[in-house]
Structure formats: C-alpha cells, structure tokens
C-alpha cells in the first residue's frame, strides 16, 4: 500500500515539472524580438522585459563655416567744416589695428596731413576728428595707415607707420567739405603814404589770434616783409601798420599769419604760417604812393655817369643833378627821366666838366611827357606837403668800400659752391676775393672776381666748399697787372683804406640760423 502512495506521489510531481516546463517555454516563443538587421556600425541591443529595442540613428557629419574676411573700407559723407574743425566718419573697417589719416588734397595729389585717430582691427564706427579749418581743402582724403612703431604715437612720414594696403592698394576714399566758416578776411584800399610810413588797413576779421604783415611785392606775389602787428580773434577796424616805407614798392600785400609759436613773436617763415582758406592764404594787394624819395650811395663818376640806387616818383618825372656851390645846389649838370612809382638803379649822366666833390639830386616834373627836359621853362621841382624838399647830396671821393652778409653756401650741383658780396664801390678795377680764416687772420684764398670801377651789385663769387671756414672774409685786390690774371704775390695788392687793407669779416650761417 505503501509502495502505490509513493509511486502516485512520483507520477504527480513528474506531471507538475513537465506542465511549468512548457509553459515557460510558450512564454518565451511570445515574447522575443526578432534579430535586428546588419548595420555598417556597430551597435549594442539592449533587451528589457518590457521596453522594445529600436534602432539609435548613426550621427552625419558636418563642415564647420569658414568666416569671409570683411573687406577694408571707410564710408565718410560729404559734410559741412566749421570753426571747431571737427569732422565726422561713419564708419572704418580696417584690417589690423592702425591709423585713420585725414589729408588734404591739393592739385590732385594727396597734401598736408590734417589730423589722424587710432582704429582697431574691424569695425570702427561713429570717429570723429579735428583738424585746422584754415588748412582745409574743399575735398579731403580719408586714409588708412599702419600702427608699425611705437603703439598710440603716428609716426609718418619720419617713421614706420606706412599707408595700408589691401590687394596692392591703398585704403582709402574722399569726401568734400561746405566751408561754414568765420572766414579771415581784410578790407583795405589804395592810399598815399606820408613820410611817417603808416599803413591804414580798414578792417580785419580773425577766426583765431595771429598776425596782420605787410609786405612788398616781387613778380606778383609778395615777398619782403614790411612790418606786423598783432592781433586777437575777432573783427578789428583801422589797424594802422608803421613800415619803413623807402622799401616799399608801388603795390604792397596785407597778409594774416596764425600765431602758432611763440606768443606775441611773430616766427616769419617757421611757426607762424599763413592763414588759409580752402587752401590759399588770405591775403590782399593795394597799391601804395610814396613821399618824393632819392636813395643814393657815395660812388665815383664812372664814364660820365653815376647810380641812384632807387627814386620813387609821383608820376612821370626826371631825376636832376646839381653842382655843389658852397653847400647849396648850383647849377643843373644832368637828369634822367622816371617812371611813375619805384624806379631803382638808374643811370644819370653828367657834364664832368662841371663835376664837384659834392652832387645834389632833385625830383622835378615831367610836365610835356616824351619831350626832353626843359627847366625852367617846363619841368618844375617837385613840391611835397606844400614845401620843397631839400636836396640829396653825395660824394664822388668816398673811397673804396663793400658791404656783405653772413651767409650759407649756395650748392651749384658740382664741386663748387657760390657766395654773395652785396656791394662793391670802388673808383679803380678790382678783385674781389675770398679768403680763409687762418687763426684769426686772413688766410689762403678761396675764389676772386674781377669787377669794374663804380658800383657793383651782388658779386656772386665761386669756392671750393671743402675749404670754407666758419668764418671768411672778404677782401679787395688792385687789378694792375694782367686783366684777366689774378695775382696776389705780385702786383695785385690789397686796396687800403687808412693804411689797413680793405677786408670784412662774415660767417657762414647753417639751414637753422637763416
């Protein structure tokens, strides 16, 4: 009995194993995902009993973008300059750090600098620079420079801070001005000068303090500075100008300076330039009439003739020549007629026979121009301020004489270099030469010339500059012996004046003491 229990006991539980068996088994055919499909990649399935495995898509790879370089460019608009000179730029792409550069332009071609900022690398917007109105030009150029030295200092044209380039050329655009400015301006008319020499200027109006010069004229541009007053920014009327007015010529300049130096030192040709507008400087002609005037130098007669230097005359006239006769003029010897204004180095001749130690010249009428002089029935004296004017007297025996300047050389282009003796008055025919400085005492001799008896002008002498000392002199040489031979250890001797050879000092000057 036993033995049944426990055999039905064994079937039983055999019958139980098989039953969870299959269905385990039936459990899993249900439940398992089918292989997933080969991939060029591989990938990892992760199976969860309650999540369904997909597929994780492979990542496409990309090109990164490559900026385009921005192109360098300035964008200015045209615009208006006024007093405070300060302009506008729009905007500046530059391609490293550098310099915007404003120029003028004159004739085409780019001019003065005018003012220049610090741009950095890219865009630059909204600059603003200053600049001088009076040296401004209706178009500007707006330029780019590099900052190749020192950082935040320009340094061109003496250094490296080069204009840009971009594809081989240069940055750069143009734009132009509307002039809006207090203009600098003079009012003033013709006028006879007085003996005092003062000039009436009517009126000047100034954009900033400067200087109000006169000066003479050359070739229809002024020249020789006259005299200069100072004056402050605003409008000033009847400024009077006291010139030494024998210098003068018949048209004269009033011109305005900037006072950019020394105040209240007027720094001619050098700090103090001359105001502008729209690049020109401000400047007026008038024409001048002067008192009776006769400049004449003590000289020997020459051929029957002697020099006056300059005579300004009052209209046509003619020049006259008295004999001295106990200090006063005596009777008339010569004359040579006068343009109306400045007549200079004019030639008059003389009866010798007539001749005194002591001429007096005189202006006189030239009542019948074209006609020859005919006094006392024409061609009366010239009255000045309702009087007669005395009398300009010189002497025929005044010795030997010159009158030079200190100097630089003046380069010829060879191997040679030319100085200047101012005046030679001499009454024989002479060497002029120049002469080395040897210890304080005249030395070898540099260069000569050969000039003739009378008065002698800007006597242009030729040395070797390898020689020149600091300081030369000049010295005059009796031409006795052969015309042409100059011969100093002979009978070409030292003329003398006292016993003393006839010598003057002077210095060779450098560019900066000019």
């Known amino acids: 009995m036993k033995k049944v229990i426990k055999q039905t006991i064994l079937f039983w539980s055999l019958g139980l194993l098989f039953l969870l068996v299959t269905s385990c088994a039936n459990e899993n055919a249900d439940t398992t995902s089918p292989a997933p499909a080969a991939t060029n990649e591989a990938e990892t399935a992760v199976i969860t009993p309650d999540t369904p495995v997909t597929n994780t898509p492979s990542p496409t790879a990309t090109n990164t973008p490559v900026p385009t370089p921005a192109v360098p460019r300035i964008s200015a608009a045209d615009q208006p300059l006024t007093d405070d000179g300060v302009l506008e730029i729009a905007s500046v792409v530059s391609p490293e750090n550098g310099w915007l550069v404003l120029y003028a332009m004159q004739d085409g071609e780019l001019g003065e600098v005018l003012g220049h900022t610090v741009v950095s690398t890219g865009l630059n917007q909204n600059l603003s620079l200053t600049i001088d109105p009076q040296l401004a030009t209706p178009t500007l150029v707006a330029l780019l420079h590099s900052d190749a030295g020192e950082p935040d200092e320009f340094e061109f044209p ?10 081989s050329a240069q940055i750069a655009t143009t734009f132009t001005l509307d002039f809006q400015l207090s203009e600098p301006e ?15 200027i009517e009126s000047v109006l100034l954009p900033q303090d400067g200087w109000l010069a006169i000066l003479t004229e050359q070739n229809g541009r002024p020249a020789d500075l006259l005299g200069v007053v100072p004056l402050t920014a605003g409008l000033h009327q009847n400024v009077a100008i006291t010139i030494p007015w024998r210098q003068g010529t018949p048209n004269l300049y009033a011109a305005l300076y900037a006072d950019n130096g020394e105040p209240l030192h007027f720094d001619y040709q050098a700090e103090d330039e001359p105001l502008l507008i729209e690049g020109e400087p401000v400047e007026v002609a008038f024409a001048v009439t002067y008192p009776p005037d006769i400049f004449v130098l003590d000289q020997p007669i020459v051929d029957g003739m002697f020099e006056v230097e300059r005579v300004i005359s009052d209209g046509p006239g003619w020049l006259v020549a008295y004999y001295d006769d106990d200090g006063e003029p005596g009777l008339i010897i010569g004359s040579a007629p006068l343009e109306d204004g400045l007549n200079e180095r004019v030639m008059v001749e003389v009866l010798e026979s007539a001749v005194t130690p002591i001429l007096h ?17 024409v061609d009366q004296p010239v009255f000045y301020d309702g009087r007669l004017p005395s009398t300009v007297t010189f002497s025929l025996t005044p010795g030997n004489y010159l009158i030079v300047d200190d100097q630089s050389l003046v380069n010829t282009g060879t191997a040679s270099a030319i100085l200047t003796v101012d005046l030679v008055v001499v009454d024989v025919p002479t060497w002029v030469a120049i002469e080395a400085n040897e210890d304080g005492q005249r030395g070898e001799v540099l260069g000569f010339t050969a000039v003739a008896p009378g008065v002698n002008h800007n006597i242009a002498i030729s040395i070797d500059p390898t020689l020149a000392t600091e300081t030369l002199y000049v010295t005059l040489y009796l031409n006795a012996g052969e015309p042409d031979e100059f011969d100093p250890d002979g009978a070409d001797v030292p003329l003398q004046r006292n016993r003393s050879p006839i010598s003057v000092p002077f210095f060779l000057l450098n560019e900066e003491e000019e």
């Not at 003496?158 to 594809?167: H, N, R, T």
């Open 186 to 200: 003079i009012e003033v008319v013709e006028q006879a000068l007085s003996e005092e020499g003062v000039v009436q």
């Open 361 to 377: 010249v005189r202006l006189h009428e030239d009542t019948e121009p074209g006609d020859a002089f005919d006094f006392p029935r």
């Open 158 to 167: 003496d250094g490296p801070d080069e204009p840009l380039l971009w594809e």
